[in-house]
C-alpha cells in the first residue's frame, strides 16, 4: 500500500501550515456590486433582535455604552479587514487571509467558523423576524406548536419553528437566483428600514422621558428584573455582557469583505463600504436604543418584539404598524446579508480542495454557487427551527469575535514578515537568535528570517496571555475570598506580560509595503484588539461556548477525514512528481525509438 500523499511529499507539519500561492478562480462569477450595494449589504440591522434582550435585563439604558464598545472594537476589526482586502486580488474573506499569511490548518479553522457564523447569523434574524409577525398576528404559531409539538429538551427552543424554516429557504432561492436579483432586493430593504429608524429615533425623542435612565431602585417593582436602578442598573460587568452579545449586529462588514469576486471594483470599493456600514450600524443601534430606553423603563421591555409592545402600549396603532413592518424588512435585509457570504466561503474552501467538491460548482444559467446556497438555506432553516433566539445571538457572537481574533492575528504576521524572495522558506540565512535579536539591539530596519521567527514566538506567547487575562477577568466577578485575589494575581501577572511581549513587538521592524491602506499604529492596535475580542467571548455563557465547540468539532472532523487528503495545495506536489515521471517515460520510449 502506497504512503498517505503528505509523508511522501514532506511531513504533517508541513500538511497543516502549507500556504496558499495564489487565489485562482476556476469560473466567472458575475461582477456586478457597486459600492451602495456592498454598503447595504454590510449595514448589520440586528437592531431589532438586541435592544430588547440587552436592556431588559442585561445592561438597561447603558445598552447604549454596549454598542458603543462594540462598535469600537468592530471598527479596529473593520481596519484589519481594510487592509487585508487590499492584499488578495480575488477571493476575499478572512479564511483566504489565514491561508496566505499563516497555513492551511488555521484557514480552514476560520473558514470553518465563518460558516458556523453566518448560518447562525441567518437562523437568528429569520427567528427574530418570524418572532414579530407571530406577535404582531397574536401568536398563532407560537400557542399551536406549544400545544401540539412542544419540545422538551433545555438547550433547544420550546416548539419547532417552522416559519422560520420557510422564510430562509426562500430567501435562499432568491440568493441563488442571482447576485444581481438579490443585491437589488436587499438594497430596497435597506431603504424601507432606514425610514424606519428614522421613524423610531423621531418619535422616540418625542415620547421619550429621561427620567427612565435615572429609575431609583426603590421604584422598581418587586417581581422586575431591575438590579440596581440609575443608568447603571446592573454595572460595568452589565455593559461589557451586553457588549459581548451586542457582536451579533456587526457581522455586516465581515459579509462585505468575502464579496470580493462580485464586486465591480473592490480594491477602492471594499474598504470604504467596510467604513460606511460600520457608521451606520453604529447611529442606528446607538440612535434606537437611546430612544427606546427612554420611552419605556428598561425592565418593561419585550426582548422578542420591542417595538411591537411598546407603540401598542404608547397607543400609537399607525406607528407600530409602519415601524413593525419596517422592522420585519430590515430582518430580510439582515437575513440576505448573512446568507449572501456564505455560498461565497463554501466555493473558496470547495475549490480549494478543503470541502466537498459539488459545492464549488457555478451554476451555468443563474452564474452562482447554486448547490452551496441551497444547502446553506437548508442548515440555517435547520437551526432557527430548532433553537432559540438568545443561544443563536450568543453563538454568532462568539463566531464573530474569533474571526476578528484571527484578523488581527493575520495583520500582526503578514507586518512582520521577511518579504525577501531570496530569504522565503530559508532557514540557512538564520544568523542565530539571541538576546539581542528578540530586543532588536541591532536596530534592524528591514524584517529578516531570525526577526520573523521572533515575531511569530512574540504574538503566539502575547495571544495565549491575553486569553488567560480575559478568561480570569470574565470569572473575577463570580468569585469571592481566595479565589478571587489568585484570579487577581494571575491578571497583573498576565498584563505585566502583555505589556513586555507588546514592547519587544513594537522594537522588531516591520515589511516595507506599498498598500492602499494600512492599520495604524501596528502593534498597538492589533494587540488591544485581541485583549478586548478575547475578553469579550469570555463573557459569553459556557453553554454558548460547548454548542460552536461541538459545531467546531464536527469542522475539524471534515479537514481530518477529507480536506487534508483533498487539498489542492497539498496536491501540487504529487502533480508535479506524476508530471515528471510521465515526462520521463516520455524521454525513454523516444530514446528506445531512437
Excluded at 126 to 150: H, I, V, W
Excluded at 368 to 375: D, K
Excluded at 453 to 467: D, M, P
Excluded at 495 to 514: G, K, Y
Amino acid at each position: 500500500m502506497d504512503s498517505p500523499w503528505y509523508k511522501s511529499t514532506g511531513s504533517l507539519t508541513w500538511a497543516l501550515t502549507r500556504k496558499k500561492a495564489d487565489v485562482p478562480s476556476k469560473e466567472k462569477i458575475n461582477q456586478v456590486l457597486t459600492l451602495f450595494d456592498l454598503i447595504a449589504l454590510g449595514t448589520g440591522w440586528g437592531v431589532y433582535v438586541l435592544v430588547g434582550a440587552v436592556a431588559n435585563s442585561i445592561a438597561g439604558p447603558s445598552a447604549v455604552l454596549s454598542f458603543v464598545i462594540t462598535a469600537v472594537v468592530s471598527a479596529f476589526s473593520g481596519l484589519f479587514y481594510a487592509e487585508l482586502a487590499g492584499r488578495v486580488p480575488k477571493a476575499r474573506s478572512a479564511y483566504i487571509y489565514s491561508y496566505v499569511a499563516v497555513g492551511e490548518f488555521i484557514a480552514f479553522v476560520i473558514g470553518w467558523i465563518q460558516i458556523i457564523e453566518y448560518l447562525i447569523g441567518t437562523a437568528s434574524s429569520a427567528k427574530a423576524m418570524t418572532n414579530y409577525c407571530d406577535s404582531l398576528l397574536g401568536n398563532p404559531q407560537k400557542r399551536y406548536m406549544t400545544e401540539y409539538f412542544p419540545i422538551h429538551i433545555s438547550f433547544l427552543g420550546s416548539y419547532p419553528d417552522f416559519a422560520s424554516f420557510v422564510v430562509i429557504v426562500i430567501i435562499a432561492l432568491l440568493v441563488a437566483w442571482g447576485v444581481r436579483e438579490s443585491s437589488f432586493t436587499n438594497n430596497i430593504f435597506t431603504a424601507l428600514n432606514l425610514i424606519t429608524v428614522g421613524i423610531v429615533i423621531v418619535t422616540g425623542f418625542y415620547k421619550a422621558d429621561y427620567s427612565n435612565w435615572s429609575i431609583p431602585k426603590s421604584e422598581i417593582p418587586s417581581d422586575a428584573k431591575g438590579g440596581e436602578g440609575g443608568f447603571l442598573p446592573f454595572g460595568w460587568v452589565g455593559v461589557t455582557a451586553g457588549a459581548a452579545k451586542c457582536f451579533y449586529g456587526f457581522i455586516g462588514f465581515d459579509s462585505i469583505a468575502m464579496t470580493g469576486e462580485e464586486a465591480k471594483n473592490p480594491k477602492r470599493d471594499i474598504p470604504l463600504a467596510i467604513v460606511a456600514s460600520l457608521f451606520l450600524s453604529t447611529i442606528a443601534y446607538c440612535g434606537v436604543a437611546s430612544v427606546l430606553t427612554l420611552m419605556c423603563p428598561y425592565y418593561l421591555q419585550d426582548a422578542d418584539a420591542p417595538f411591537l409592545v411598546l407603540y401598542g402600549n404608547l397607543d400609537m396603532p399607525t406607528i407600530k404598524i409602519i415601524v413593525t413592518g419596517g422592522a420585519i424588512f430590515a430582518l430580510c435585509t439582515s437575513i440576505l446579508g448573512t446568507l449572501f457570504p456564505l455560498p461565497c466561503i463554501l466555493y473558496a474552501m470547495a475549490s480549494d480542495g478543503l470541502l466537498f467538491k459539488f459545492l464549488s460548482n457555478i451554476n451555468a444559467t443563474t452564474k452562482t454557487p447554486l448547490i452551496s446556497t441551497v444547502v446553506c438555506g437548508l442548515f440555517a432553516g435547520t437551526l432557527a427551527a430548532v433553537f432559540n433566539l438568545d443561544q443563536l445571538v450568543d453563538m454568532a457572537s462568539i463566531g464573530t469575535l474569533q474571526a476578528y481574533t484571527i484578523v488581527c492575528i493575520c495583520v500582526l504576521i503578514l507586518r512582520y514578515t521577511d518579504n525577501s524572495p531570496s530569504n522565503q522558506d530559508d532557514t540557512t540565512k538564520s544568523k542565530g537568535i539571541t538576546v539581542f535579536t528578540w530586543l532588536n539591539w541591532s536596530n534592524a530596519k528591514v524584517p529578516n528570517f531570525d526577526t520573523q521567527y521572533v515575531s511569530r514566538a512574540l504574538i503566539f506567547i502575547y495571544s495565549v496571555c491575553a486569553f488567560v487575562f480575559g478568561l480570569s477577568l470574565a470569572n473575577m466577578k463570580s468569585h469571592y475570598g481566595n479565589t478571587k485575589n489568585v484570579l487577581m494575581i494571575i491578571n497583573i501577572i498576565s498584563i505585566l506580560v502583555l505589556l513586555v511581549t507588546l514592547f519587544m513587538l513594537s522594537r522588531l521592524p516591520t515589511a516595507v509595503e506599498d498598500l492602499s491602506f494600512k492599520v495604524p499604529l501596528v502593534p498597538i492596535i492589533p494587540c488591544l484588539s485581541i485583549v478586548l475580542n478575547v475578553y469579550l467571548m469570555m463573557e459569553l455563557e459556557y453553554k454558548t461556548w460547548i454548542s460552536f465547540t461541538v459545531l467546531l468539532i464536527c469542522g475539524l472532523l471534515i479537514y481530518l477525514f477529507y480536506g487534508i487528503g483533498h487539498s489542492l495545495e497539498g496536491n501540487k506536489p504529487k502533480i508535479d512528481i506524476n508530471t515528471n515521471q510521465i515526462k520521463l517515460k516520455q524521454s525513454s520510449l523516444l530514446l528506445g525509438y531512437l
